[in-house]
């Protein structure tokens, strides 16, 4: 079967660096997306790696290693709006394009 | 607008009733996909439309799930004979299907939150 795991709640301060990990046991991977959603509004993307390394994009980064079936999401210079649910999720050829996703991870953000 | 819209918003219904739950893609996306989020559980995956290909239904729940895309652009989802563990938020996603490993973002739109008494 598929599965997603991440952790379900983290907390961190302003200003700091903060990681998401995200490990997949899943058959044939075919790409791994993170989206934020903010409590109570629609998953918002962040991003998207399919190959081995580092994605970077402004104050948020993405690391993949398909060898070990582990993403994280890293945050810097953390801000109060940062505060929201992250979401991994694994697209697999079975699947077509449609996303298997993890529980989420709680993150929040204080001052 | 330029986004995914969903309605209605909210629907609170009584158990044994059905319910049609509309999704409005972004236009000129192909591809367009219901999920639902239940309380401290990940988006699980419903049904699954590309352009006028058979629909991928793999994710249905039961058979009292169906759900249309008409014209390759609206979908209505159905739940007949409304159960309580239903209670969820839906929501729907639609992306533009380029190439077969392209990137494919999906674009979610606010969801409807169901609430069967």
């Known amino acids: 079967g598929q599965n997603i795991d991440q952790p379900t709640e983290m907390t961190a301060t302003e200003g700091a660096i903060v990681q998401i990990n995200c490990t997949y046991q899943?058959?044939?991977?075919?790409?791994l997306f993170w989206y934020q959603q903010h409590a109570g509004e629609a998953p918002t993307f962040l991003s998207y790696?399919?190959?081995?390394g580092l994605e970077e994009k402004g104050r948020f980064s993405s690391f993949l290693s398909r060898s070990k079936g582990y993403s994280y999401l890293l945050l810097k210079e953390l801000q109060m709006k940062d505060s929201a649910s992250y979401l991994c999720?694994?697209?697999?050829?079975?699947?077509?394009?449609?996303?298997?996703f993890g529980k989420g991870t709680t993150l929040s953000v204080s001052s | 607008g330029a986004g995914v819209s969903q309605s209605p918003s909210n629907k609170v219904t009584e158990k044994g009733k059905d319910v049609e739950l509309r999704c409005d893609p972004i236009?000129?996306?192909?591809?367009l996909y219901w999920y639902r989020q239940s309380l401290g559980q990940g988006l699980e995956f419903l049904i699954y439309?590309?352009?006028?290909?058979?629909?991928?239904k793999s994710g249905l729940p039961s058979d009292r799930f169906s759900a249309e895309r008409t014209g390759g652009s609206v979908s209505t989802l159905t739940i007949q004979r409304t159960q309580q563990e239903d209670s969820a938020v839906y929501l729907c996603?639609?992306?533009?299907?380029?190439?077969?490993?392209?990137?494919?973002?999906?674009?979610f739109g606010p969801g409807t939150r169901l609430t069967v008494l």
């Open positions: 899943t058959s044939g991977f075919n790409g």
């Open positions: 996603a639609s992306s533009w299907e380029g190439l077969a490993e392209s990137y494919n973002e999906q674009f």
């Open positions: 236009s000129g996306h192909t591809a």
């Open positions: 439309f590309q352009g006028n290909s058979a629909p991928d």
């Open positions: 790696n399919v190959l081995d």
């Open positions: 999720a694994v697209r697999v050829r079975q699947a077509g394009t449609a996303l298997i």
